[in-house]
């Protein structure tokens, strides 16, 4: 993000405070998504850069440049945010590839974490004392005990 942009370098600071580590990826995804749309350079996670412009002009050709540009950036901000450890093996990629490569590492994960939590969630509820209504809510008075023929 360029020095003129103080709002997107005050937003970097939330991928710089949690780098991506390889169980985060969902989390640093969205914060990335974030910072780069008030950037105003989400565009280049659409897609790859194009080799060449549609059409050889010079507008076609400042556009292009531009998103190269952008991209490097963008792949630069990336490798600066996550672990040292997992930057090696992407440091050659664009900021598109790069996060092609990383879904593809981590999205069997991110996966597994999600059902994880489902099954955790279906299970307090499968488990909770019958006698609540709600988990706040006081247990509902005995009406056995309470009846006269009861004791």
Same mark, same amino acid.
């Given at each position: 993000?360029? &020095?003129? #942009?103080? %709002?997107? *370098?005050? $937003?970097?600071?939330?991928? +710089?405070?949690?780098?991506?580590?390889?169980?985060?990826?969902?989390?640093?995804?969205? #914060?990335? /998504?974030?910072?780069?749309?008030?950037?105003?350079?989400?565009?280049?996670?659409?897609?790859?850069?194009?080799? +060449?412009?549609?059409?050889?002009?010079?507008?076609?050709?400042?556009?292009?440049?531009?998103?190269?540009?952008? %991209?490097?950036?963008?792949?630069? &901000?990336?490798?600066?945010?996550?672990?040292? +450890? $997992?930057?090696?093996?992407?440091? !050659? $990629?664009?900021? !598109?590839?790069?996060?092609?490569?990383?879904?593809?590492? *981590?999205?069997?994960?991110?996966?597994?974490? /999600? *059902? =994880? #939590?489902?099954?955790?969630? &279906?299970?307090?509820?499968? #488990?909770?004392?019958?006698? !609540?209504? /709600?988990?706040?809510?006081?247990?509902?008075? =005995?009406? /056995? %005990?309470?009846?006269?023929?009861?004791?």
């Amino acid at each position: 993000m360029s &020095i003129d #942009n103080n %709002s997107s *370098f005050t $937003l970097k600071t939330i991928l +710089e405070k949690e780098k991506l580590n390889g169980t985060n990826l969902l989390e640093w995804h969205c #914060n990335l /998504r974030l910072v780069l749309k008030m950037a105003k350079k989400l565009h280049v996670l659409d897609g790859p850069v194009p080799l +060449e412009p549609e059409n050889n002009t010079l507008a076609a050709r400042k556009v292009l440049e531009k998103h190269n540009d952008d %991209s490097t950036e963008v792949a630069c &901000i990336m490798l600066a945010t996550m672990s040292s +450890e $997992l930057a090696k093996g992407l440091e !050659y $990629l664009g900021s !598109y590839d790069m996060l092609e490569q990383l879904k593809g590492m *981590f999205q069997k994960q991110a996966h597994q974490e /999600r *059902f =994880d #939590n489902m099954k955790q969630l &279906i299970s307090l509820k499968w #488990n909770r004392d019958p006698l !609540y209504d /709600r988990a706040d809510s006081p247990p509902s008075p =005995d009406v /056995r %005990s309470s009846s006269p023929g009861a004791q």
